[in-house]
Nanobody
């Protein structure tokens, strides 16, 4: 299983931007579809965005479409989430996750990074 470490979280005002990064190690990164999920206090973890193993396909939750962009660099074993026009409701712990090609679920998870958007 690939190991994942997120970075880039922090406190930002509404309307601002943050870029999250996730560094992978211990596996062949291009064998994994990658995703970002988030969990707000008192809520279940939810899907945010995903990108296929070579970056050809991306998908987004409706709530972040047009504001967030997921990307990956297989040469650097990283996946990023550019978050623009942040809203207070984007406040959550953001998790990077990896799904080995051919598997049905994400089995590799990072420890999470806190994003707080103030109004």
């Amino acid at each position: 299983q690939v190991q994942l470490v997120e970075s880039g979280g922090g406190l930002v005002q509404a309307g601002g931007s943050l870029r999250l990064s996730c560094a992978a190690s211990g596996g062949t990164f291009s064998n994994y579809d990658m995703g970002w999920f988030r969990q707000a206090p008192g809520k279940e973890r939810e899907f945010v965005a995903a990108i296929s193993r070579f970056g050809g396909t991306t998908s987004y939750a409706e709530s972040v479409k047009g504001r967030f962009t997921i990307s990956r660099d297989n040469a650097k074993n990283t996946v990023s989430l550019q978050m623009n026009v942040l809203k207070p409701e984007d406040t959550a712990v953001y998790y990077c996750a990896g799904r080995l090609v051919g598997r049905n679920k994400y089995e590799s998870w990072g420890q999470g990074t806190q994003v707080t958007v103030s109004s």
